[in-house]
């Protein structure tokens, strides 16, 4: 069975600051790999995507990714955040083919103070 | 434009009322999701619907049932709810037409309240 990590539950930078939210995977086989992000009282919204080819994503507003298969990793990162930043960020994972679940984690939190 | 949208975005049921939740998509995406989201928590997978197959996670209990009655729309029925069952109700779909998963979208969640 597939399971993420995020071993940040809620993180508070100051504007400007740069932003890396972990992510861990659990899963033996190939998976692709997201980033949501919930803005308060907004849906769900895909930040980013990683599905094969280059490891390193470039999402929307500055956002990009890394997948490293070695760490089982895809963490996410901002080099400088702002106040329109804050939300609750979510990793999710599913396989490429079979079980049509994603799994998410847990979410962080990310408060970004003016 | 194109999205996802979700009726009512509130709603008040009583302990043991059934409530009906909808999701509409103008995407025309094939598969259509729908995930419980309790306080704190990630979504969950309740089921989802692969054009007209449905597919029960292992885990939904038997008090969640869903209807499709067209490519457009899908229903979350909760016949008897809990006070557990209070949670945000999310539908996502996605435009899976081969064997490969694509991404899935969201909507806005229905945030029940069981009384």
């Known amino acids: 069975a597939q399971s993420v990590s995020q071993h940040n539950h809620h993180v508070i930078l100051s504007e400007a600051a740069s932003l890396e939210l972990g992510c861990n995977y659990s899963?033996?086989?190939?998976?692709?790999l997201f980033w949501y992000v919930q803005y308060p009282g907004q849906h769900l919204q895909l930040l980013l995507k990683y599905f094969s080819g280059d490891p390193l994503v470039k999402g929307i507003k500055g956002f990009e990714a890394e997948f490293i298969k070695s760490k089982f990793s895809f963490n996410l990162r901002k080099p400088s955040v702002q106040w329109s930043d804050t939300a609750e960020y979510f990793c999710a994972v599913n396989a490429p083919t079979g079980r049509r679940a994603l799994t998410f984690g847990s979410g962080t939190r990310l408060q970004v103070q003016p | 434009d194109a999205m996802v949208i979700q009726n009512p975005r509130y709603q008040v049921t009583q302990f043991g009322k059934p409530v009906t939740l909808s999701c509409s998509q103008t995407l025309n995406h094939n598969v259509m999701y729908w995930y419980q989201q309790k306080s704190s928590q990630a979504p969950k997978l309740l089921f989802h619907y692969y054009d007209k197959d449905f597919n029960n996670e292992a885990d939904t209990p038997d008090n969640f049932q869903s209807r499709r009655p067209n490519t457009s729309f899908c229903f979350l029925d909760i016949r008897s709810p809990g006070l557990g069952d209070a949670a945000m109700y999310l539908c996502?779909?996605?435009?899976?037409?081969?064997?490969?998963?694509?991404?899935?979208?969201f909507g806005p969640g229905t945030r029940l309240l069981v009384l």
């Open positions: 899963y033996g086989g190939t998976v692709n």
């Open positions: 996502a779909t996605s435009n899976d037409r081969g064997l490969r998963q694509e991404t899935q979208y």
